[in-house]
């Protein structure tokens, strides 16, 4: 396994924070795992974005230079990393705020993250979550398992619902009232890809 | 367990561990977070944080504090290293043990916050006045942090000489697993030359000013004589699929991994490829640099800059064997197919 994950959004969305989830969920699996910010000069109400690394081998740069996945929380920067996507890459679009009529070279899971968290969860913030409970699921669909795939198998090939929700504990470890509310994200996110 | 940090932090617990007793710093980017880790750190410990007015007053208030005999360090980032030369260079001629870390960021000038590896040549080749040698580590981890920033106050202490961690933006911003796996240090033995207030016994000296005739030549003497027991002793080096190496990727730091990366992918469309790394860039490991250099193997020297470690391995063959270069600066970072292409063309 190995996936290149960008998080990008305005400043503010929990881009940095849903990246280390990601990479907490690695380590969780044992896997091998980096995570890299755009640091410096960003803002509220500017972009931002992270970079996670997760593979079954040790992993050499940090960039995402071929991004076979992306969590677009914001239009800017679903149009800012589109290039870079090839057939393969997964892509999960913030259907609150994106429009849905433009056409792209790869079309995105449109997800309303922002929906969803303000309704469902109760708690808009936690709308990065469910775009990466949306994104395990959807890369969990484009890996097909092989005929003698089982459980075991899947932890290889994809990231897992069950380590993204044990990463919660390790990542809101500091602010327990807020595990159970970002589990609950994950999960809505997850269980909104069919 | 590992726990997910960044270099920066992972750098810090590694001092913590080494029994630091005072952090002296000011902000600049792409180091923040080690200021700002020891400024709370500190306090818990109750030892000392400082926030100088300058790079130039924290890199002396690490010359005093280490006069003192105690574990002490500063770090900084590119442009702020310029300014702790003097410091450094009086430090050098002093013979005190303390860490100094600069994580590279895009030069010359204020440049950019983005990571670099631009600043090889200050940090082996002298970087202040006189003739000195720091000993210069270039970790490639987060894990490398920890257990270089641990390790480095031993090693200062053991030659009494100021040890630079050499790293950039990329290794100190990155977040990785990381295993503080260490033992923290404690009951450290008197060293008979601290200034620790001469009541009850003679008064110690340290200067650097030697003005009386053939003192400073003896004492220049004295430095070198311990740079060549380094250079003999502390030569760090990891190697990967160097044996039967046709072409061999020389990289430090950030770049030794996409050297790695791009090396395990000639590996598998059959290129006999292979990585030496240096871990420590002084003293430069040119020994095995000169043993690898057989006839019919290619060197290339991979960094992020436009050419400086690539002098010294070219140093080391001493013209036996073609030493190519491929490197990116300014915020510009190779990437593993860059490195892929340049081996297929040295092919």
Redesign the interface.
């Known amino acids: 396994m190995y996936n290149e994950i960008i998080i990008a959004g305005f400043g503010g969305q929990g881009v940095l924070l849903a990246g280390t989830l990601v990479a907490q969920a690695a380590i969780e699996q044992d896997l091998h795992t980096t995570w890299f910010p755009s640091y410096g000069a960003e803002m509220r109400g500017g972009t931002a974005n992270s970079t996670v690394v997760v593979s079954t081998d040790e992993i050499g740069s940090p960039l995402a230079f071929n991004p076979n996945a992306l969590i677009a929380l914001n239009e800017p920067s679903l149009n800012k990393f589109m290039p870079r996507m090839t057939e393969k890459s997964v892509i999960i679009a913030n259907s609150s705020i994106i429009a849905q009529g433009t056409e792209y070279k790869i079309k995105p899971y449109f997800v309303p993250v922002t929906e969803i968290a303000d309704k469902e969860i109760k708690n808009v913030k936690t709308a990065n979550l469910v775009a990466v409970g949306a994104l395990i699921k959807a890369l969990e669909i484009n890996c097909p398992a092989d005929n003698k795939s089982d459980i075991c198998e899947l932890e290889k090939r994809v990231l897992t619902l069950k380590s993204a929700l044990t990463a919660c504990e390790k990542a809101f470890s500091s602010k327990p009232e807020l595990v159970e509310i970002n589990k609950k994200a994950i999960q809505a996110g997850y269980d909104y890809i069919k | 367990m590992?726990i997910?940090m960044k270099g920066n932090i992972a750098l810090c617990e590694g001092a913590v561990a080494a029994g630091i007793d005072a952090y002296f710093g000011y902000p600049i980017?792409?180091q923040n977070e080690v200021p700002a880790y020891f400024s709370k750190k500190m306090v818990e410990l109750n030892k000392v944080f400082v926030q100088a007015e300058s790079e130039i007053a924290a890199a002396n208030m690490v010359l005093g504090a280490a006069a003192t005999g105690k574990r002490t360090m500063t770090s900084t980032s590119s442009p702020g290293m310029s300014l702790k030369q003097e410091a450094i260079s009086y430090m050098a001629a002093l013979q005190l043990p303390a860490l100094i870390v600069n994580v590279q960021r895009g030069g010359p000038g204020l440049g950019n916050?983005s990571g670099s590896q631009a600043d090889y040549f200050q940090a082996v080749k002298g970087g202040g006045h006189g003739d000195y040698r720091l000993i210069v580590l270039a970790p490639n981890s987060a894990q490398e942090m920890y257990e270089f920033a641990y390790d480095s106050f031993d090693l200062a202490e053991k030659y009494r000489i100021p040890v630079l961690i050499l790293t950039d933006?990329?290794i100190g911003?990155?977040?990785?697993?990381v295993e503080l796996n260490k033992t923290p240090k404690k009951d450290f033995i008197e060293k008979d030359w601290a200034l620790t207030a001469c009541k009850g016994r003679e008064p110690r000296s340290i200067k650097s000013l030697l003005m009386r005739d053939g003192v400073l030549e003896k004492h220049n003497i004295n430095l070198q004589e311990k740079y060549k027991l380094i250079s003999q002793n502390e030569v760090q080096y990891e190697t990967y699929n160097t044996d039967n190496a046709e072409i061999i990727v020389i990289a430090y730091g950030?770049s030794s991994?996409?050297?790695?990366?791009?090396v395990k992918l000639a590996r598998q469309e059959g290129i006999k490829a292979g990585l030496l790394r240096p871990k420590t860039l002084w003293p430069f490991p040119s020994e095995i640099i000169k043993s690898l250099a057989k006839d019919g193997t290619k060197l290339l020297v991979a960094e992020l800059s436009h050419g400086q470690m690539v002098e010294d391995v070219r140093l080391a063959v001493n013209g036996k064997v073609p030493v190519e270069f491929i490197g990116k600066a300014g915020g510009g970072?190779l990437?593993?197919?860059d490195l892929l292409n340049k081996i297929k063309n040295l092919k």
């Open positions: 590992k997910l980017t792409p916050i933006g990329m911003q990155m977040m990785e697993p950030i991994r996409i050297a790695k990366s791009a970072v990437s593993e197919q």
